[in-house]
T-cell receptor
């Protein structure tokens, strides 16, 4: 399996600030995916970055990937209270299984 | 709305009951998954089905019995559960290789075992 490990475990910021979360993984990957989970609900896919990409944007989300360091980061700009959720990363590889770590719990205070 | 529907949303059962969780996907995906999410623990992968065939069973106790009659439907049959089985059970589906495809999750079934 290709579990990602998120850091920090918890992050609390004010509305309008940027939030940065980091992810590390252990072996070779095809892609790196980020998901969000609101309390008590299912996970929602946010963004996928392929192993040959270094940066990807989607709305207020910016993801970077450094395969030499086996790490990724998720930046949420101009955060909103509605961004309060847990964020998970997972590394995709053929013949493996996506697995999820404990996530980063983001709290955006109004 | 992700295209993956789970029913029921909430379930309370006694340890001697038999119940089933249902998952249905309308996305034309070939792979379906059951996950268990307990409080303060990472998501645990329970079962994987690919083209209706079970391809993974992560040492799940036999009191959990999955069934995949076709690529669109997945069931989790429950019997003689324990209180520690109380958790959020999530179903997901994906189109591509289960190792790297994007997964689409249902809203989950919150199970309480008394």
């Amino acid at each position: 399996s290709q579990q990602g490990e998120e850091d920090p475990q918890a992050l609390s910021i004010q509305e309008g600030e940027n939030a940065t979360m980091n992810c590390s993984y252990k072996t070779s990957i095809n892609n790196l995916q980020w998901y969000r989970q609101n309390s008590g609900r299912g996970l929602v896919h946010l963004i996928l970055i392929r192993s040959n990409e270094r940066e990807k944007h989607s709305g207020r989300l910016r993801v970077t990937l450094d395969t030499s360091k086996k790490s990724s980061s998720l930046l949420i700009t101009a955060s909103r209270a509605a961004d309060t959720a847990s964020y998970f990363c997972t590394a995709g590889a053929s013949g493996s299984r996506l697995t999820f770590g404990e996530g980063t719990q983001l709290t955006v205070n109004p | 709305e992700t295209g993956v529907t789970q029913t029921p949303r909430h379930l309370v059962m006694g340890m001697t009951n038999k119940k089933s969780l249902k998952c249905e996907q309308h996305l034309g995906h070939n792979a379906m998954y059951w996950y268990k999410q307990s409080a303060k623990k990472p998501l645990e992968l329970m079962f994987v089905y690919n083209f209706k065939e079970q391809t993974e069973n992560n040492s799940v106790p036999s009191r959990f019995s999955p069934e995949c009659p076709n690529s669109s439907h997945l069931f989790l049959h429950l019997h003689t559960l324990q209180p520690e089985d109380s958790a959020l059970y999530l179903c997901a589906s994906s189109q591509d290789d289960p190792g790297r495809g994007i997964q689409y999750f249902g809203a989950g079934t919150r199970l309480s075992v008394l």
